[in-house]
């Protein structure tokens, strides 16, 4: 009974100590809560309005090479293949992917997302993409969170250029 009554006593005064900190913070930082200190305006910039941006192909594709490319292609291997009849992975198969519509291939299981975007996969579609495909298709299912080094996306959508019959002439 005794060991008991140590126990309930213990934990009595822990919780008085615990209140009676925060009583005396609360009269030593006084603060107004009502109150704010400074307002910060977020000017938030959306993905519709960078893509209207004029995009410099010379100057990105001057950033990247092909070797580079292929090693960064690494990273993508695990879900796709790049290979002429290559199989589709977790991922659709990436070639010549250059100039074919998002959600093209018939023997891959697209989100309604790619299938519903339409667009043709160019070096400023493919840029945007692979920078963030979260926000510059919403509703994806690739679960990659992107490349944010240009060099390094440059250099892939490069070497997913050449891995074609027929790639696109660089400017």
Not at 125 to 139: D, R, T, Y
């Amino acid at each position: 009974m005794y060991e008991f009554q140590k126990i309930i006593t213990s934990i009595v005064l822990v919780v008085l100590v615990v209140l009676g900190i925060s009583k005396t913070s609360d009269i030593i930082f006084k603060t107004d809560k009502n109150v704010v200190a400074y307002k910060v305006e977020i000017v938030e910039k959306t993905i519709a309005e960078e893509d209207k941006e004029v995009f410099d192909l010379a100057s990105f594709v001057s950033l990247g090479n092909i070797e580079h490319g292929k090693k960064v292609f690494k990273k993508c291997a695990a879900c796709h293949s790049i290979n002429q009849g290559g199989k589709n992975k977790i991922g659709p198969a990436l070639w010549a992917v250059m100039q074919r519509k998002s959600g093209e291939l018939s023997d891959y299981n697209y989100s309604k997302a790619l299938l519903n975007h339409g667009k043709i996969w160019s070096f400023a579609e493919l840029n945007g993409f692979l920078l963030k495909p979260a926000k510059w298709i919403k509703g994806n299912k690739m679960g990659f969170a992107g490349l944010k080094d240009e060099k390094d996306r440059a250099s892939v959508i490069l070497y997913m250029n050449e891995s074609s019959e027929e790639p696109i002439a660089l400017p």
